[in-house]
């Protein structure tokens, strides 16, 4: 399958590909015990703590639904509401240890899926889709940095 532009669309239903793909990491998050909104969040706290709203403008959702997500995350262990000694009406989300875990179990599970997936192709197809991976990822951390640059002015 070919992505290369054609009159400004992707040739191959690249669209459905990655849908199809999405739904092989949402099988693999279901395994792990964790839902995509879920494992998304948990990936955004584990460098350190971060207040609702700048995860929810990252994660593309509102502010209500980052809350009814990380109280579920709260209740299971996986995310502490830590005050800020310098302002109390702040509370910084934080990883903790059993949120670590599940964050470092899923992405085994993804790992997992994927590589079976991998197995069915040869290995110069193999490297490229984890350079396509690579470039995917820069991409979206550059539109999500633009985006927010825009909305910060």
Not at 71 to 95: I, Q
Not at 99 to 119: K, N, S, W, Y
Request: proline share 5%.
């Amino acid at each position: 399958m070919s992505l290369e532009p054609f009159d400004g669309h992707l040739i191959g239903g690249g669209g459905r590909v990655l849908a199809r793909l999405a739904k092989q990491l949402e099988m693999a998050l279901d395994g792990a015990g964790l839902s995509m909104a879920q494992y998304r969040l948990l990936g955004w706290l584990e460098p350190g703590d971060e207040a609702s709203v700048r995860l929810a403008e990252r994660l593309a959702v509102t502010p209500p639904s980052i809350t009814a997500l990380v109280d579920g995350l709260v209740k299971r262990g996986f995310v502490d509401r830590v005050p800020d000694p310098a302002d109390r009406r702040r509370l910084p989300l934080h990883l903790t240890d059993e949120g670590v875990a599940a964050l470092h179990t899923a992405d085994a599970a993804i790992e997992a899926r994927l590589a079976t997936i991998l197995e069915h192709l040869g290995e110069r197809s193999t490297a490229a889709a984890a350079r396509g991976l690579l470039a995917w990822e820069t991409g979206l951390d550059r539109a999500r940095d633009a985006h927010l640059a825009g909305a910060a002015k």
